[in-house]
């Protein structure tokens, strides 16, 4: 009895000796994001975690947001075929893009200005893109440099260029992406000008992010996201030489540096200049796929920008299969915009996608956690998807087709 009595105490203080360790590790960012099960409560996390107005600049879209919403509303209309008796002991999610494996259909989508939610910025987001056996797109507006995220992971890289009216920059750009191993250029095409994201104008979003009452009370009531952002500032993209300059809002600067004359001969112009893949992004419609096909693209990506230029624009994913018909086997095609579960992607695998992109489920991710979190957004999706093939008798991800759904 008194050796009982004496294990159950030392049980007892053992526990208590832990318990400061174990409830610091619970509340910590990186617990907080390991308990999250959805790409929706990582969003939540990070809406507590960060600033509102740096939170609005990665969660809202462009004047009333209808697009961002009908991006998320469309994949209801697509309808699953489940198919019966298939062995799904195994589930495969292996595939290929532009030649190489990949781990799973999911590729980090190029997102600028990362640095705001967590100061590891593209470094967190490739880290944990390589850690999940897949890519990472690192944008022209990027807060971390090329070099940076080059040095920071071994894993597959793309660049994705926004052509500016300078070109001697444009050229200095695609000269480091080649020199850091970025092994396709990634050339987006839906920002002409910058869409109009009314969130951003109300909160008065600029960058370099502007010092007032409003943004000193934000950061009070954000701690940890501070002494973050003290500790390692990335106020501006790093890899345009904006350091240093007056603070305006963000639309004001890309109207101001981004070349709204681009046209097809700049893609014929690219493509003849860039020796590995290109890659053309923003692509919503069938005779623009084809045109992109004929300028020598290697693959597109079907997208909208998650809603955040033209709002009224068709989601993606309705805009999917038309492309996929027009395009064939031609070029390898994306899709993103709207995906946060696990079934989102079995739909867009199964109207003609390779590989769908994800922008938004790894900003909440980092914003939550940093590395941690975008980890964990890739770990819910991967875990998604495998029970959704499963579920739809489809045990090898690249086997899904057009008969796993219809479209109402
Ligand atoms: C905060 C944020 C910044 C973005 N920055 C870029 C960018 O610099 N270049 C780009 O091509 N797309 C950019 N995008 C668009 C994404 O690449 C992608 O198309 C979009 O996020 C997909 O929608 P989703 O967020 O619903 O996944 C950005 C998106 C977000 C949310
Ligand atoms: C207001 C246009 C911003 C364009 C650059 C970053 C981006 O693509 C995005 O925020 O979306």
């Known amino acids: 009895m008194n050796a009982l009595l004496d294990l159950a105490a030392r049980q007892l203080r053992a526990d208590l000796a832990a318990a400061p360790a174990r409830t610091r590790e619970r509340f910590s960012p990186e617990g907080r994001a390991a308990r999250c099960r959805t790409i929706a409560e990582l969003r939540a996390l990070a809406k507590r975690s960060v600033p509102k107005p740096i939170f609005d600049y990665a969660d809202g879209a462009a004047w009333d947001e209808v697009t961002a919403r009908r991006n998320l509303a469309a994949f209801e209309d697509v309808t699953l075929h489940p198919k019966a008796l298939t062995d799904v002991s195994a589930v495969d999610l292996r595939t290929t893009i ?75 750009l695609l000269a480091r992406a080649t020199d850091n191993g970025y092994e396709a250029l990634v050339l987006t095409v839906d920002v002409q000008v910058a869409g109009v994201r009314e969130r951003d104008v109300r909160n008065g979003f600029s960058v370099p992010p502007r010092i007032s009452l409003r943004t000193l009370a934000q950061g009070v009531a954000h701690p940890r996201w501070s002494a973050g952002f003290v500790a390692n500032p990335r106020m501006v993209p790093a890899n345009l030489g904006w350091e240093g300059s007056a603070s305006a809002t963000l639309a004001a600067s890309v109207n101001k540096a981004f070349d709204p004359t681009v046209t097809w001969d700049d893609l014929a112009d690219l493509r003849s200049r860039w020796k590995g893949p290109v890659i053309v992004k923003g692509v919503m419609r069938a005779d623009d796929a084809q045109r992109c096909v004929e300028h020598g693209a290697d693959a597109l990506v079907v997208s909208n920008h998650g809603g955040r230029q033209l709002d009224g624009a068709a989601a993606s994913i309705e805009a999917l299969p038309a492309i996929a018909d027009a395009v064939g086997d031609r070029a390898e095609l994306y899709l993103d915009s709207g995906i946060r579960r696990g079934t989102d992607i079995v739909k867009a695998l199964a109207l003609g996608a390779r590989a769908v992109m994800i922008g938004r489920a790894l900003m909440y991710g980092i ?42």
Do not use: K, N
Request: with cysteine.
């Open 98 to 172: 532009l030649g190489g494996e990949v781990a799973l259909p999911i590729i980090a989508a190029p997102t600028g200005l990362t640095g705001l939610q967590h100061p590891d910025g593209e470094v967190a987001i490739a880290r944990a893109a390589h850690r999940a056996g897949t890519i990472t797109t690192v944008s022209t507006m990027a807060s971390c440099t090329l070099e940076e995220v080059a040095e920071a992971s071994a894993g597959r890289r793309w660049f994705q260029l926004y052509v500016m009216s300078d070109r001697g920059l444009v050229d200095e």
């Open 367 to 408: 914003g939550a956690a940093g590395e941690a979190g975008a980890r964990r957004a890739f770990g819910i999706l991967d875990a998604e998807l495998r029970v959704a093939l499963a579920l739809a008798g489809y045990p090898r991800a690249a086997d899904l087709g057009m008969d796993a759904v219809s479209v109402r």
